[in-house]
């Protein structure tokens, strides 16, 4: 029997409604302002949906702090029967403390399968992250976990800003302006002693990846899992650290990984690569390592760890603006020949330096890929203007 959908957009309406019947719910109150109080009203609400197995919660945009967020968790530990649930949290106030307590809640919820969990631009940092990972291993039934982090780029102008502002010593930063309204942003900070700390606070870096990684490592029931890390200021050990500690999530079969605009390099997409070589269950696989400082060497080890995953049919690596030249992209097409049950391939090297070398070199390798049936390459380059003198 198909199970009816029942939409709520007014707390008020969902709060006078049947309650005990509910069992497929979707609530959206974005933009409400319902802050902790309100958070705490649909959290006693949502309690007695004793007999609710699927939930939709969107709720951005609403000024929930630590105590609304771990209080609407605890009050979703009450519904026994919840198998999937979906809360969207982004834009509020959550923090670290939040973001852990909200995970400890969670952990309650003995039949949660399914989990997706978004707290962009919600500033849980390193604490948030590590805290969140360790509670939610608790949940003993998980087998499918979508965790999105990331922290807002607007966030890193402000802290830029703040410590332009209200420090003396040297600093320099580049600010480079693209179109659509997105920013780089690169800052060096010159015998600044507060700077790792208000990082540690925004951004959950090397020491939140690896947290979260070792926590998830529990969850063994788990079987996919996405996680969106973008602009977290993770470098080699994070990366590493991260890979290696989903190599113990001995089901896992699909994994896809944004870590857009971090700092990987060439160190720590090797390492990652030879980490996720690890999970010997892996079959579909999707990185983003778009702006990671990966070069040549980078690209090969990490092509060359992927060719250990011999259970991995599906691919797709996404090197938007890297630092690959003609020796990175043939070694990355020649290490990916030995992924010998490789059917899909999607491979992005937009705005590296491969050149027609590395682009001949790269099809040639890929040619040896025998199982391959569905192929896709986007390698449009950097352009430069030579004048002649």
């Known amino acids: 029997m198909i199970q009816q959908i029942k939409e709520y957009y007014n707390l008020e309406e969902f709060q006078s409604s049947s309650l005990l019947s509910h069992q497929v719910l979707h609530i959206n109150l974005s933009n409400y302002q319902i802050g902790d109080e309100g958070a705490s009203s649909l959290g006693s609400a949502l309690a007695n949906c004793i007999n609710l197995s699927n939930l939709a919660l969107v709720l951005r945009y609403n000024s929930i702090g630590a105590i609304g967020a771990s209080g609407l968790g605890s009050a979703l530990a009450n519904c026994i029967n919840l198998s999937n649930l979906t809360l969207d949290l982004q ?23 399914n989990l997706t969990l978004d707290l962009k631009y919600n500033s849980i940092g390193a604490i948030g992250a590590s805290g969140l990972g360790s509670a939610l291993a608790n949940c003993i039934n998980l087998s499918n976990l979508t965790l999105d982090l990331q922290i807002l780029k607007i966030v890193l102008f402000i802290l830029l800003i703040f410590l332009l502002t209200s420090h003396t010593q040297k600093c320099t930063f580049n600010f480079f302006y693209k179109p659509c309204f997105s920013f780089r942003l690169r800052i060096r900070f010159l015998g600044f002693s507060w700077s790792r700390t208000l990082r540690k606070f925004f951004q959950i870096g090397d020491e939140g990846a690896s947290g979260l990684g070792s926590a998830l490592a529990n969850c063994i029931n788990l ?15 994070g990366a590493s650290g991260l890979g290696s500690a989903l190599a113990n999530c001995i089901n896992l079969s699909n994994l896809t990984l ?15 690569g030879s980490a996720l070589a690890n999970c010997i269950n892996l079959s579909n696989l999707t990185l983003y390592l778009k702006r990671n400082r990966i070069g040549d060497k980078g690209a090969s080890g990490l092509g060359s760890a992927l060719a250990n995953c011999i259970n991995l049919s599906n691919l797709t690596l996404k090197f938007f603006g890297n630092q690959i030249c003609a020796i990175g992209a043939s070694g990355l097409g020649s290490a990916l020949a030995n992924c010998i049950n490789l059917s899909n391939l999607t491979l992005d090297l937009n705005y590296n330096r491969i050149g027609d070398k590395g682009a001949s070199g790269l099809g040639s390798a890929l040619a040896n890929c025998i199982n391959l049936s569905n192929l896709t390459l986007d390698l449009k380059q950097k352009q430069f203007i030579c004048f002649g003198l």
């Open 223 to 237: 079987s996919n899992l996405t996680l969106d890390l973008k602009y977290n200021s993770i470098g080699a050990i």
């Open 258 to 272: 944004y870590l857009y605009e971090n700092q990987v390099g060439d160190e720590g997409a090797s390492g990652l």
């Open 91 to 113: 834009r509020n106030r959550i923090g670290a403390i939040g973001a852990s307590g909200l995970g400890s809640a969670l952990a309650n919820c003995i039949n949660l399968s």
